[in-house]
């Protein structure tokens, strides 16, 4: 199974133009193909279950690093900013990834279908963990890359396999940790609706005291189950959704540093420019650059 779930993705990639990642014709799946170990990377990541087909990579989710290779899936429960790389990979045997976006929607539906649906983990960071994703996971991907070459077949076909694999989800080893994502506590809940106020509004100065106040809790209980969800503090949050969005500005629609800087919520160009270079390892400037030419 691991051999030619290796050779479908390897094959989707060899057909395709352009870099990765490769957006597919199915909603929500995402390919990834790396020839060369790459530099570290920021990126969002949205609820998600991550597999490494081929080769090995590392993500962070503020001070929390995971490290995963083949056979190994990473699941996100919460959108979220992080930095990762790809640590091993090479043209004879090049990085794959597979992205699959949760409908929670799905999963909740799949859950209260179950006989005996799984205790709620309570573990105290249930935002992100990594599983195995062996035996019938790993026929879900197959079958998933496989039906990118009949799109035709994509309504019909594509929701049934989302249903399977929430259900191996719910019924494996993490299931506890699969069910505590879906039936997040009412603290967990009014978390993650806050963490929507700050991704929609991360340009405006806004007030821990209000964010918690959004979440119905004090700031104190609010700043502690934030960042045991997300793994960093509501500003550390908001810093990176910022710097994130300077940089998609600047490289997709060619804005300057000082431009971008102040459409994202910066008032001081220098203090842009310092927080820029500490995240990404380069001045705003040298960054867009460099990453232009990589594309070029």
Not at 68 to 87: D, I
Not at 150 to 159: F, R
Not at 214 to 228: C, I, L, N
Request: with cysteine.
């Amino acid at each position: 199974m691991a051999d030619a779930l290796v050779d479908a993705v390897r094959r989707y990639t060899d057909a395709r133009t352009g870099a990765s990642p490769f957006l597919t014709s199915i909603e929500g799946v995402i390919v990834l193909r790396s020839d060369h170990e790459k530099e570290p990377n920021h990126l969002i990541y949205k609820p998600a279950i991550c597999l490494v087909v081929q080769g090995t990579k590392w993500t962070m989710f503020g001070e929390r690093q995971f490290v995963y290779g083949a056979g190994k899936a990473l699941v996100v429960s919460v959108e979220t900013p992080a930095f990762g790389r790809v640590m091993e990979a090479s043209p004879s045997e090049p990085y794959l990834g597979l992205i699959i976006q949760f409908d929670l929607g799905v999963m909740r539906d799949v859950m209260e279908g179950l006989t005996v649906p799984p205790e709620p983990s309570d573990d105290d960071d249930p935002g992100v963990f990594v599983i195995d994703f062996g035996g019938p996971l790993a026929d879900c991907a197959l079958r998933i890359v496989r039906l990118l070459d009949t799109p035709e077949a994509i309504p019909m076909l594509y929701p049934l396999i989302m249903r399977e694999i929430c259900y191996w989800l719910l019924t494996g080893p993490s299931g506890g940790a699969v069910a505590r994502m879906v039936l997040a506590s009412s603290h967990e809940q009014s978390i993650i609706s806050a963490i929507h106020a700050l991704r929609d509004r991360f340009a405006e100065t806004v007030r821990i005291e209000d964010l918690a106040q959004t979440a119905q809790m004090s700031p104190s209980a609010f700043h502690r189950q934030f960042k045991a969800l997300t793994s960093m503090t509501p500003l550390q949050y908001q810093k990176r959704l910022r710097l994130l969005e300077a940089r998609r500005l600047m490289v997709a629609d060619a804005a300057n540093a000082e431009t971008a800087a102040f459409q994202v919520g910066y008032e001081s160009a220098s203090q842009f420019s310092r927080e820029y270079s500490r995240m990404f390892g380069s001045p705003p400037r040298r960054d867009i650059v460099g990453m232009r030419e990589l594309v070029a």
